[in-house]
């Protein structure tokens, strides 16, 4: 089965950049999408297909995708991008929906 | 704006079925372009997808419920729907109803309802 991997935390200081990565066989082959869970709260979709963002995402959320990494970039984080973070693939192989196990950012 | 809603018990018993039915406004789900699907999420844990069915009534599932899921769709109502037989405490959850693009992402989530198995 295909399997993605993903730090379990991830810590920035407040206004610096953030990066989360996602790692799996020849992800680069796929498209990579990201969710941003904050607590109690549904995952939002905050880039799909490896580097694009939906209406009403700031600028400061970016995502790149090679080789067998996949990465969320978050440029000056604020302190209410604490959250956890999900990286999602589609397995063409199996037709099945895969997520990592996702992390937790901390703005210090 | 596109909304989508769970809805279902709270609480069901173990080896009974747990039955969640997902409405959609703002949006028809006989739209042939968009997928509709379930995704849980135990508590403490991370996201796993269940399956998706389309407005055909075309559904698949992750092998992982070894063929206890099944998802069907109303589109008189603009609903769908989660069955899970033979539940156990493993299927306590918070369980999410989401749109899916053919690309992929799950760009709509409903707020997401917690079941919880127990006798």
């Known amino acids: 089965s295909y399997d993605l991997t993903q730090p379990l935390s991830v810590s920035v200081a407040l206004g610096q950049t953030a990066r989360i990565t996602c790692g799996g066989n020849?992800?680069?082959?796929?498209?990579v999408h990201w969710y941003q869970q904050k607590a109690g709260q549904a995952p939002v979709l905050v880039i799909y297909?490896?580097?694009n963002r939906p209406s009403g995402i700031p600028e400061r959320f970016s995502g790149s995708n090679s080789g067998n990494t996949a990465t969320l970039t978050i440029s000056g984080a604020q302190a209410g991008d604490e959250a956890d973070y999900y990286c999602?693939?589609?397995?063409?192989?199996?037709?099945?929906?895969?997520f990592g196990g996702g992390t937790k950012l901390t703005v210090l | 704006q596109l909304q989508l809603q769970e809805s279902g018990p709270g609480l069901v018993k173990p080896s009974e079925t747990l039955s969640l039915t997902c409405t959609v406004s703002?949006?028809?789900?006989?739209?042939?372009?968009?997928?509709w699907g379930w995704i849980r999420q135990p508590p403490g844990k991370g996201l796993e997808w269940i399956g998706n069915?389309?407005?055909?009534?075309?559904?698949y599932y992750t092998p992982s419920l070894k063929s206890r899921g099944s998802i069907s769709v109303d589109t008189s109502k603009n609903q769908f729907s989660l069955k899970l037989t033979s539940v156990t405490a493993a299927d306590t959850a918070v369980y999410y109803c989401?749109?899916?693009?053919?690309?992929?992402?799950?760009?709509?989530w409903g707020q997401g309802t917690l079941v919880t198995v127990s006798s």
């Open positions: 989401a749109r899916r693009q053919p690309t992929g992402e799950m760009d709509y």
């Open positions: 703002g949006g028809s789900i006989s739209s042939s372009t968009f997928y």
């Open positions: 069915v389309y407005h055909s009534g075309s559904a």
């Open positions: 020849s992800i680069g082959s796929k498209n």
């Open positions: 297909r490896d580097n």
């Open positions: 999602q693939v589609r397995d063409a192989t199996t037709v099945l929906f895969l």
